[in-house]
């Protein structure tokens, strides 16, 4: 069974200070992990995905996520945040059409 | 645009009757997929196609529950007798098929359905 977990429910970053959103995984073979971000009554955003190579992906808006293989994590971080960066971020094994439960991001002016 | 399309965007139904959501794909995604999300939770897998072919359903996928794609184009999911239960966004996403594991799905904006 494949299966991601989100930790944080809710993380709250002060406006230009560098944020994290944590996500662990749990998969059977090599894992290909993605994050997506959602906005207010909208769908799903792709941010970024890990399939294979360097350790750190970069993606949209800004973001990049770090793979660590011994730690099972795919943690998403950002060197500084905006307040347009509040919205609720989900981890996601697609092979195995998992998401994780989600973490609202809020970002504080 | 050129993304995903979902119609209705908003839904309500009495408890009972039936209701049907449509979704276009992104034009040439060979696949498409139906999720359920509910208030606070993360999507939950309903269904998935392969062109026209239905190649995986989940086990939340009730008798109830229907979804066909039948020119391998748009995709339609019928919800009979519906419950109060099933209230929930109904969200479609397409891929273009290459390699389900590493393929990024793209979403639509959901179908917002309130069962009174």
């Known amino acids: 069974a494949q299966s991601v977990a989100q930790p944080e429910d809710q993380v709250n970053v002060a406006e230009g200070n560098p944020l994290t959103v944590k996500c662990t995984y749990s998969v059977s073979g090599n894992p290909y992990l993605f994050w997506y971000v959602q906005y207010p009554n909208r769908g799903l955003q792709f941010l970024l995905k890990y399939i294979t190579g360097d350790n750190l992906v970069k993606g949209s808006y800004g973001f990049e996520a770090e793979f660590n293989k011994s730690q099972t994590s795919f943690h998403l971080k950002k060197p500084s945040a905006l307040v347009s960066d509040s919205a609720l971020y989900f981890c996601a094994v697609i092979g195995g059409l998992t998401f994780g439960t989600g973490t609202r991001l809020t970002i504080i002016p | 645009d050129t993304g995903v399309s979902q119609n209705p965007r908003h839904k309500i139904t009495k408890r009972g009757q039936n209701v049907t959501f449509r979704c276009d794909p992104i034009s040439e995604h060979n696949r498409l997929y139906w999720y359920r999300q509910t208030l606070g939770q993360g999507p939950e897998f309903l269904t998935y196609f392969q062109n026209e072919a239905q190649l995986e359903k989940s086990r939340l996928l009730s008798d109830r529950f229907s979804a066909e794609r039948p020119k391998g184009s748009f995709s339609t999911l019928e919800i009979q007798r519906t419950e109060q239960g099933d209230s929930a966004m109904y969200l479609c996403?397409?891929?273009?098929?290459?390699?389900?594991?590493?393929?990024?799905?793209?979403f639509g904006p959901g179908t917002r359905l309130t069962v009174l």
């Open positions: 996403a397409s891929s273009p098929g290459l390699v389900i594991l590493t393929d990024t799905q793209y």
